[in-house]
């Protein structure tokens, strides 16, 4: 009898330690699922674009250079910005309280030594796009230990490093910058930009001699950049890696291929996420789809050699300025003469130059046309959404009195989002006594971010919606559904593979308590959160009731 019962304790004993086992390991897995990390999804990213000269100065020792020390004209001098600045805001967590998850800067390869006056007043090439040496950085952005640190700081705060690349053309010719030989550039007529031929086959402007990306015919090294590397005892090995890349690829020496690998190698040494590719029209587009090429081989290797470095699966982005491309346009860009479509000759995204004139209109035209055009005619697709950039001199908003409404068009709306630097603080577009586009490229205003309270809340309302959509892909990426058009209430949606989001997105809400339907987006007595505001509610009846001082909320779901 005793015997039995101790048997039977026994078998109460055991399934009592399964039980608890099993409650532990399915807690373990809830658990897991509740703190599952939001995954990158590039087609939802919040991009942030800035001027690495005008930005932020962490290194005064690297302010003058070459001998750069004349007149230039207002805003078109090197202002001292660099890359050690960006790694100060990154170490101060600026980009992450803004909710960027993509840092794309200017240029920052070595440009032309002197400057030049193109009718706007004399400038050197403190913007980054007059190159003279594609595989060296300009002193006056920093070095390449600072841009490898820049990557691995970036990286170790979830955020992806977007470099800037140019294949058109090279810098000026100054009386110290010689021009490339003949084999590698043209430098005239100039672009009439009427057809396919003269956009592409032409420079620019006068003095920017233009890559002859078209040409098949091989060429040598140029005289000049030979003398440089050799003075600076690094010959031998960029001839070599020059002797690798060309055998490994079988391409000819012709001068896009060279260019190609020297961009390339920028992903193979630092491990750079991804390139927005300048002035993109103005070459064959096969010259793209070869890039395309090249940076995949090349961010794979990368991977390969660097695996504890690996972010995730996502393959190496790309961004064209095609400039004047509209996302109303589908996938292809109208030459007069000629379509092209970029999206097949290696872009998985394009800057869409429409979205200032479509964010005019209100919220339900604006959210459902991309919604629509992204998820149909641009599936697979993405765009790149800006309301104010370095070379558009007809901003959403140029004198800076709707920084609120630019934020919330902006980082709401379907697509990429560019935030571009000062947006989140009204940083003035207007600069009395620039000429042309400086007046779009002033220092950025950290001193309005520390004392000016209107700055100040401009810009907390940047950070909430900028964290709200970095958390949430289904804000940039998912589908738009509107739940109502007064006041105006929306769904997103998103699912890939096993991972889906939903959030609702309310806007012009009464101030203090409101109802806001949310349909069957939410499950009833669900808990949700108005990342807006901070306050939590319940699903009842598909509708929740939020109680905030501001006509905004945000609704996640509180797993």
């Given at each position: ?126 913007h ?18 600072d ?21 058109n ?18 430098t ?15 420079t ?9 990306t ?19 005892g ?16 079988g ?19 630092f ?13 064959d ?31 190496f ?140 809340k ?6 909430k ?47 203090g ?9 939410f499950k ?36």
């Open positions: 009898m005793i015997n039995r019962k101790i048997l039977v304790s026994l078998c109460v004993l055991l399934a009592t330690t399964l039980t608890v086992a099993q409650t532990k390991k399915q807690s373990k897995a809830n658990s897991k699922v509740k703190t599952e990390k939001t995954p990158f999804v590039w087609e939802g990213a919040n991009l942030y674009f800035l001027m690495t000269d005008r930005f932020n100065n962490g290194d005064k020792s690297n302010d003058v250079n070459y001998s750069r020390n004349k007149t230039a004209g207002k805003l078109r001098g090197f202002e001292g910005g660099d890359l050690k600045g960006i790694i100060q805001k990154l170490d101060e967590g600026y980009f992450t309280k803004l909710g960027i998850n993509v840092i794309w800067f200017t240029p920052v390869v070595e440009q032309i030594h002197d400057g030049v006056d193109e009718g706007t007043g004399f400038s050197y090439g403190f980054g796009y007059w190159t003279r040496d594609w595989t060296a950085l300009d002193p006056n952005f920093g070095t390449k230990k841009l490898a640190e820049l990557v691995k700081k970036a990286h170790a705060k979830g955020i992806r490093i977007m470099l800037d690349g140019v294949i053309h090279t810098g000026p010719v100054t009386p110290v910058d010689s021009v490339w030989p003949e084999g590698w550039v043209r005239e007529p100039k672009c009439q930009y009427s057809n396919f031929e003269n956009t592409t086959a032409c620019l402007v006068a003095n920017l001699p233009d890559v002859k078209e040409s098949k015919v091989a060429v040598e090294l140029p005289p000049f950049l030979i003398e440089k590397w050799k003075a600076e690094r010959y031998e090995k960029e001839v070599a890696s020059l002797d690798d890349f060309f055998k490994r690829t391409y000819p020496r012709t001068p896009k291929y060279y260019i190609i690998k020297w961009l390339t190698d920028y992903i193979t040494e491990g750079i996420d991804g390139y927005r590719a300048d002035t993109v029209k103005h070459t587009e096969s010259v793209w789809a070869d890039f395309k090429t090249e940076c995949d081989f090349a961010f794979a290797d990368w991977k390969k050699k660097n695996p504890t470095q690996v972010l995730d699966n996502n393959p982005y790309t961004i064209a300025e095609v400039y004047n491309y509209n996302i109303s346009s589908g996938q292809l860009f109208d030459f007069g003469d000629k379509k092209v479509n970029y999206y097949e000759n290696g872009f998985t995204a394009m800057i869409n130059f429409e979205f200032k004139s479509d964010a005019q209109k209100d919220y339900s035209t604006l959210f459902s046309k991309y919604s629509d055009l992204l998820n149909n005619q641009l599936k697979g697709h993405s765009v790149l959404n800006y309301l104010s950039s370095h070379d558009d001199g007809g901003p959403f908003d140029g004198k800076r009195t709707k920084s609120i409404e630019t934020g919330t068009k902006l980082l709401l709306s379907p697509g990429i989002s560019q935030v571009y630097y000062g947006d989140e603080s009204a940083r003035s577009l207007v600069i009395e006594g620039t000429q042309g586009d400086a007046t779009l490229r002033s220092l950025m205003n950290w001193n309005d971010l520390k004392t000016n309270p209107e700055t100040q401009v810009l907390l309302h940047w950070q919606l900028g964290q709200f959509r970095r958390n949430h892909p289904a804000v940039g990426a998912g589908v738009n559904t509107e739940i109502s058009s007064k006041p105006y209430v929306c769904s997103r949606a998103f699912t890939r593979g096993n991972y889906s989001d939903t959030v609702v997105i309310g806007l012009d809400l009464v101030i308590k409101k109802e806001i339907p949310v349909g069957s987006t009833e007595g669900a808990k949700v959160k108005d990342a807006y505001s901070g306050k939590l509610a319940t699903v009842l009846n598909g509708k929740v009731n939020v109680d905030s001082e501001f006509d905004i909320v945000l609704l996640e779901l509180i797993k």
